[in-house]
């Protein structure tokens, strides 16, 4: 793969995470939660397919097989970064929709 190709391979799985992990939260409002922990379990997923695909550039860095950091991989970086931002958010959220939802069940 070039490094175009490997680029939009972190941004499709970045993009799929964040995808999941929002429509976790979706599913966790509506009291859905074992859709919520399945779509955050597939959010995970997503993201250590992209962070492979990281650690793998990284490596040939460290090996002096780089190559330069273009605005497209600098993109699919961002892309990954705001995805796991995403993901722990929404893990947050899916442990408060769960207390919001015992509170109201105790009531």
Do not use: Y
Request: proline share 1%; aromatic share 2%; charged share 25%.
């Amino acid at each position: 793969m070039d490094s175009i190709e490997i680029a939009f391979s972190i941004i499709a799985e970045a993009g799929d995470a964040r995808s999941s992990a929002m429509e976790a939260v979706s599913k966790a409002q509506e009291g859905d939660f074992a859709a919520a922990e399945a779509l955050l379990a597939a959010s995970g997923d997503a993201l250590h397919e992209a962070h492979d695909v990281q650690t793998d550039l990284l490596a040939k860095e460290m090996s002096g097989e780089g190559s330069p950091i273009g605005l497209i991989m600098a993109h699919a970086q961002d892309h990954l970064m705001c995805a796991g931002i995403v993901k722990d958010m929404a893990s947050l959220l899916l442990e408060q929709w769960k207390r919001i939802d015992a509170l109201e069940r105790n009531r």
